[in-house]
């Protein structure tokens, strides 16, 4: 009798489901395909080749043209100091001037005032300087002591008349000192633009055992008296606030 129930039991185990083995996977549901997503990879795919064949084709026309490094005043020409070479993209509708040029270049003045740091084109250059309507260009040579250090073409100076009592020399009166000093010490321009000095390399106080080439850009109704003090060796310039 009790090996019955015991068999019964055993039966009654065995009918019971069995549940899933180890390591066995649940299926997984069926993909849906997205054929627009594909369709979007493959022309990104296509959009970025075609971009990096562009980029090729252009760094292939590129060619080799004049970069001004340093300011150029109105009347100046390029130099090795003032000038590189740079690669750029070729564009006919840029007049560049290209590096092969540098030395044809080299013959023309700066028409206008070349700020530093841009690419030279030919509209640029030209045979003299445009000087700008109502001013005029005043050429001094100055001593050490008539001109501040470090002196640089685009500032701001006030041009002064000294050394004035020499014209009271042949004077024997009492009032030859008075006349001396009457033309002595005065403001003959209260702002005048430095167009051109002469840059000694290697020097940044600009001092030299000779006179100093500087030319200041000036209104026409100063530059007669400008020009008459410069003559005589009475010039001394003095920058301004506002450099």
């Known amino acids: ?28 549901p069926p993909r849906e395909r997205k054929p627009a997503l594909a369709a979007l ?7 970025g080749a075609l971009g990096a064949t562009m980029l090729v084709l252009q760094a292939g026309d590129r060619i080799e043209v004049v970069k001004i490094t340093e300011e150029i005043p109105a009347g100046q020409s390029v130099s090795k100091s003032n000038t ?7 564009d006919p509708g840029i007049n560049y001037v290209q590096w092969s ?53 685009g500032v701001t100076v006030a041009a ?47 001092v030299s055992s000779t006179n100093l080439p500087v030319t200041l850009l000036v209104d026409d109704a100063q530059a007669a008296a400008l020009t008459q003090a410069a003559t005589n060796g009475e010039v001394a310039l003095v920058l301004v606030p506002g450099n």
């Open 84 to 90: 590189t070479s740079v690669m750029v993209a070729e």
């Open 1 to 28: 009798m009790k090996i019955q129930e015991r068999t019964g039991a055993g039966a009654g185990r065995s009918a019971a489901p069995a549940g899933p083995s180890v390591g066995e996977r649940l299926p997984a």
């Open 160 to 206: 002064y008349r000294v050394g004035g009592t020499s014209r009271s020399g042949s004077g024997d009166d009492a009032d030859g000192g008075s006349a001396g000093s009457a033309g002595g010490d005065s403001v003959i321009v209260e702002k005048a633009v430095v167009n051109y000095v002469k840059d000694n390399k290697g020097d940044d106080d600009l």
């Open 41 to 47: 990879a493959v022309l990104l795919i296509l959009v």
């Open 101 to 153: 040029q540098f030395d044809a270049l080299k013959k023309l003045k700066a028409v206008t005032t070349i700020p530093g740091g841009v690419v030279a084109v030919g509209e640029m250059f030209g045979t003299e300087a445009k000087v700008p309507e109502g001013k005029a260009l005043v050429g001094l040579s100055l001593k050490e002591g008539q001109y501040p250090a470090g002196l640089k073409s």
